[in-house]
């Protein structure tokens, strides 16, 4: 059974980074994507950055870019999103997905698999 773990959120300050990892076990398949995502309260989730499991990254929202960095390790089954320059808007649940069978995973109805989430707070 697959089974993804988010961790690295916490409370930061504008202007300040924090590097979120997904790790994965139980894959049933060699080709996924795998997105992450976020869900500020009262507010529907978004895609914030994917990546392929050859490594391939999808453009990042236009939210993010120039500040959030996703990669991975495959010999960790890892998924990484740096993030640099936290603004109070980032602030937010952080989730990875998985869709098994594609190069892409940028709508949260696609994904097969997510994580339980991850708290990030950013105060200004």
């Known amino acids: 059974q697959v089974q993804l773990v988010e961790s690295g959120g916490g409370l930061v300050q504008a202007g300040g980074s924090l590097r979120l990892s997904c790790a994965a076990s139980?894959?049933?398949?060699?080709?996924?994507?795998t997105g992450w995502f976020r869900q500020a309260a009262g507010k529907e989730r978004e895609f914030v950055a994917g990546i392929t499991w050859t490594g391939v990254t999808t453009n990042n929202a236009d939210s993010v870019k120039g500040r959030f960095t996703i990669s991975r390790d495959n010999a960790k089954n890892t998924v990484y999103l740096q993030m640099n320059s936290l603004k109070p808007e980032d602030t937010a649940v952080y989730y990875c997905?998985?869709?098994?069978?594609?190069?892409?995973?940028?709508?949260?109805?696609?994904?097969?698999?997510w994580g339980q989430g991850t708290q990030v707070i950013v105060s200004s």
């Open positions: 139980g894959h049933s398949s060699r080709i996924y994507a």
């Open positions: 997905g998985i869709k098994y069978g594609s190069l892409r995973l940028t709508s949260p109805d696609e994904a097969d698999y």
